[in-house]
């Protein structure tokens, strides 16, 4: 077996976004592109020699070519050793897990997240750091910078390594430990949840039913849910992981999860749903008859949290992401503890959570997590909503409700615009920007302005200064909006519209209608539908 040292240029478009580098799959199959991008990961870290990594994806299309890829790459780059998973799978939180409890240098997770799979797909390659935690900024841009800089990629001339079985293979001098993808994830739940008040539960009638969506989780939850905690079969729906997530769109909310939306809006559905995405670390919270937003579940988490076994003895603080609901801060406030306010993006929980100023974290986005890995985990989030209900013996519904009676509701909903044009899409957000030093005190759809920014955040451990994360707009009464230009699409520009109001009574109204004024107030202040001409949202959650 020898080394090649192949000639290559630096390719345009290598930086990594909100979460490591994602781009259409054909594009990620462009001779030397998955390449130039790995070589510039082992430069952006400082080298590869003698590290151990772990390795895994969420099975789409072009995992397993991906992997055998990288295997080749890391040893041509002398690393000593590559954890894989069975296969070339592993969900996101179970590769964070291996990364801590296996003390390797990082991993390289290859995924595209929610986003479909497929030759007309997409695909990503994400690298995190010891910690178990996306790489943070300074990581990103090292390995950015390298991509522009790369003229050659070593790579390994070697068979592809089975991963069929778990076990050790070697190629070249870098050993390869295929491990069960499953395991050591299943033990470590085991150790945070209640297991025996969760298998009591489902053994007195309680039903549930979780949509793996063709996605990774559809193993770890049949083990876990099934097979461990006694939910019977056929609990686990669309459990087989397929390249193409059988042609489906993996991310858990009302609009892509609409079957398990269905069964559960049935007055005779189960007790409990829940659902996760490609990768597996977002999670959808529903029960009969209702859907639980992200930032809700994460507020009711944390209001219970002392019910779960790992965080009886209370926690330490908590964090979400800025256009998260303000939820999460009335609980902390009655807890007296530390609530931090991030940018979107999971990276930036990690200094918090290594420091011990945030037990549990979550964002809008569908993501919740605490500091048992240093991702987001939605399998995790299942089991917390199951501990909570098995020890309150309350159903889903009713302990929203008595959330909300206890810290008043935050109303919420993100209406996104997806695939407008770049240029407007910037032209738009440079238009709110001027605005700013002149909101305060306007009125605007009859509500008035008490405050608008655009969020910068100081890190509290690292010092590091990340800017233009969203402009935000305070209106009295608790309500707000934010905007912001995704940074996880693959085309165009999508703008998020986040939107939220505070109310302390009529705790039942439809999102959607408590929130009008607030949506009118947007659409005046942004001038949406001027503009891009869109009329209505593409995706509203
Ligand atoms: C990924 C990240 C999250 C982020 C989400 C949305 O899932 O891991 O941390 O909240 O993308 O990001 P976007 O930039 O598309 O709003
Ligand atoms: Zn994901």
């Not at 009969?288 to 965080?311: C, E, K, M």
């Not at 202040?525 to 001409?533: M, N, S």
Request: with cysteine.
């Amino acid at each position: 077996m020898s080394i090649l040292n192949v000639k290559t240029n630096p390719i345009a478009n290598q930086k990594p976004g909100t979460s490591g580098l994602r781009k259409k799959t054909r594009v990620f199959q462009e001779p030397g592109f998955l390449e130039n991008f790995i070589q510039s990961i082992w430069t952006g870290i400082g080298g590869a020699q003698g590290k151990t990594f772990v390795l895994g994806g969420d099975g789409r299309f072009f995992n397993a070519e991906a992997i055998q890829t990288v295997l080749r790459m890391a040893a041509a780059s002398g690393a000593a050793r590559v954890i894989v998973g069975q296969n070339g799978l592993l969900s996101t939180p179970a590769a964070s897990n291996l990364i801590r409890k296996r003390k390797a240098d990082g991993g390289i997770i290859l995924s595209a997240s929610h986003n479909p799979g497929g030759p007309d797909g997409d695909f990503g390659v994400k690298y995190n750091i010891a910690n178990g935690g996306p790489a943070p900024e300074s990581v990103s841009s090292a390995i950015h910078a390298a991509t522009e800089e790369i003229g050659a990629y070593r790579i390994l001339e070697s068979a592809d390594v089975d991963l069929s079985e778990i076990g050790i293979a070697q190629i070249g001098r870098m050993e390869i430990e295929i491990v069960d993808p499953v395991a050591d994830y299943a033990a470590l739940m085991e150790e945070i949840f209640d297991f025996d008040a969760i298998s009591a539960l489902f053994q007195s009638g309680f039903r549930m039913r979780f949509d793996a969506m063709h996605a990774i989780t559809g193993p770890y939850a049949k083990a876990i849910l099934e097979t461990r905690l006694g939910a019977g079969a056929g609990t686990v729906t669309n459990g087989t992981p397929l390249p193409d997530f059988g042609q489906g769109h993996p991310d858990p909310n009302p609009i892509w999860a609409k079957e398990l939306v269905d069964v559960m809006m049935d007055p005779d559905g189960p007790d409990f749903g829940a659902a996760s995405d490609g990768d597996g670390d977002r999670n959808m919270i529903m029960g009969r008859g209702i859907y639980v937003t992200p930032s809700d579940s994460l507020a009711a988490l944390a209001a219970n949290a002392t019910l779960v076994p790992a965080y009886k003895d209370g926690l330490s603080g908590v964090a979400r992401s800025m256009p998260t609901s303000l939820a999460l801060d009335r609980v902390a406030e009655k807890l007296g503890i530390e609530c931090h306010e991030t940018p979107t993006g999971w990276k930036f929980f990690g200094n918090l959570l290594d420091a011990g100023r945030a037990t549990l974290c979550g964002e809008e986005s569908a993501g919740t997590g605490s500091n048992h890995v240093r991702e987001k985990d939605g399998l995790w989030a299942v089991l917390f909503w199951l501990n909570i209900l098995a020890t309150r013996k309350i159903s889903v519904a009713e302990l929203m409700a008595d959330h909300w009676q206890s810290y008043g509701r935050n109303y919420y909903s993100r209406h996104d615009y997806e695939g407008i044009d770049s240029g407007i899409a910037a032209d738009l957000m440079q238009g709110l920007r001027a605005q700013l030093p002149d909101l305060a005190g306007r009125s605007v759809a009859g509500l008035t302005v008490s405050n608008a920014d655009e969020f910068a955040y100081d890190d509290p451990i690292d010092g590091s200064r990340t800017e233009g994360q969203g402009i935000r707009i305070h209106f009295d009464g608790g309500a707000r909006v934010v905007f912001r230009l995704s940074g996880t699409g693959t085309v165009g520009a999508t703008l998020r519209v986040y939107l939220e109001c505070f109310a302390t009574e009529a705790l039942d109204q439809n999102p959607q209608d408590a929130l009008a004024d607030i949506i009118t107030a947007a659409d005046e202040l942004a001038q949406i539908e001027a503009r891009t001409g869109r009329k209505r949202p593409t995706v509203i959650t």
